[in-house]
């Protein structure tokens, strides 16, 4: 697998960890509603809004940070091969 393949392929676990995070804090926020106690229906909400962050964050790294880190270290945009003198000279023979 080059280096284009694992870029997609985390690119997509990441992005799929994203979703799943947000789905959670979405069940968690649905399930705080509820708890009729303060304190634990405060905390269950707030580990809700937790989850939704993490996973908005977690979509932001896979479509936008990570491509932009992998071009930026040359790992996915290989060179162009270029003739050498000596096998453009062989060639011409």
């Known amino acids: 697998m080059d280096a284009q393949g694992w870029l997609r392929a985390a690119r997509w676990v990441v992005a799929v960890l994203g979703g799943l995070a947000v789905g959670l804090g979405v069940w968690t926020l649905r399930q705080a509603q509820g708890i009729p106690f303060f304190r634990l229906r405060r905390e269950r909400l707030l580990r809700g809004w937790r989850w939704i962050g ?40």
Do not use: E, I
């Open 54 to 93: 993490l996973g908005l964050l977690l979509q932001v790294v896979a479509w936008w940070a990570l491509p932009r880190y992998v071009a930026s270290r040359g790992a996915v945009v290989a060179p162009a091969p270029q003739a050498t003198p000596a096998a453009a000279a062989a060639g011409s023979s």
